[in-house]
């Protein structure tokens, strides 16, 4: 069965600290993995990663996948308030169906 | 804004009762995906259409089905609804549904069931 696993569960940084939140996963057929944040609504689309060691960025964040280990990070540099959210990790298959998600990462940024 | 229309943002009906959820997808997108969104289990792949066709299902109870229209909005339908169908139930589209483009999500429908 496909488990995708983030952690950690929960984050509380002050702001200007850089986070590194981490992902995990098992996925038959593997061809991507993706990054959301989830504030209180919608999730919003960060990044999708399928070659190995190639870092993708977008201002503050960043994210890079590790195939050999199965495994993706994502950072934030100098936290702000606005990056509170939580942030979900999914892989997806050749299949192009089902997004399988981890339960997220709730991060706090605190002034 | 992802471009993706979901109504009604809210609704609340009693136990046994039946809804529909609408979603309207991204301009120019033909797949569109159902998931659920409860505390305890996270985001839930429930079912894709394709361009008016069921590709995909995941974890759907048999009370629930869906369709995809010809003008590509796709509804999902919700029947004798039990307490624990109370979730966000979100819908997401994608160009061509490949493995390889991502998913846009709209604002979800929060269904409380009383």
């Known amino acids: 069965e496909d488990k995708v696993v983030q952690s950690p569960l929960s984050l509380v940084v002050h702001e200007g600290d850089t986070v590194t939140l981490n992902c995990s996963y098992e996925?038959?057929?593997?061809?991507?993995l993706l990054w959301y944040k989830q504030e209180k609504k919608a999730p919003t689309f960060l990044f999708m990663l399928t070659s190995s060691g190639i870092e993708k960025k977008s201002g503050r964040l960043s994210s890079i996948l590790d195939k050999k280990e199965l495994f993706s990070i994502l950072n934030i540099t100098a936290t702000q308030t606005g990056d509170s959210a939580i942030y979900l990790c999914?892989?997806?298959?050749?299949?192009?169906?089902?997004?399988?998600f981890g339960k997220g990462t709730s991060l706090l940024v605190t002034p | 804004d992802s471009g993706v229309t979901q109504t009604p943002k809210h609704l609340i009906t009693a136990t046994g009762q039946r809804v529909t959820l609408r979603c309207s997808p991204r301009?120019?997108?033909?797949?569109v995906y159902w998931y659920q969104q409860s505390l305890d289990q996270g985001l839930q792949f429930l079912i894709q259409y394709y361009n008016g066709e069921e590709r995909a299902k995941g974890n759907i109870l048999e009370r629930f089905s869906a369709q995809q229209f010809p003008d590509l909005h796709s509804e999902l339908n919700l029947s004798s609804l039990e307490l624990g169908d109370s979730a966000l139930y979100f819908c997401?589209?994608?160009?061509?549904?490949?493995?390889?483009?991502?998913?846009?999500f709209g604002d979800g429908t929060r269904l409380s069931i009383l």
């Open positions: 996925v038959t057929n593997f061809r991507s």
């Open positions: 999914a892989g997806n298959s050749n299949s192009g169906y089902a997004l399988n």
């Open positions: 997401a589209s994608s160009a061509q549904g490949a493995a390889n483009q991502p998913q846009h």
């Open positions: 301009s120019g997108d033909l797949s």
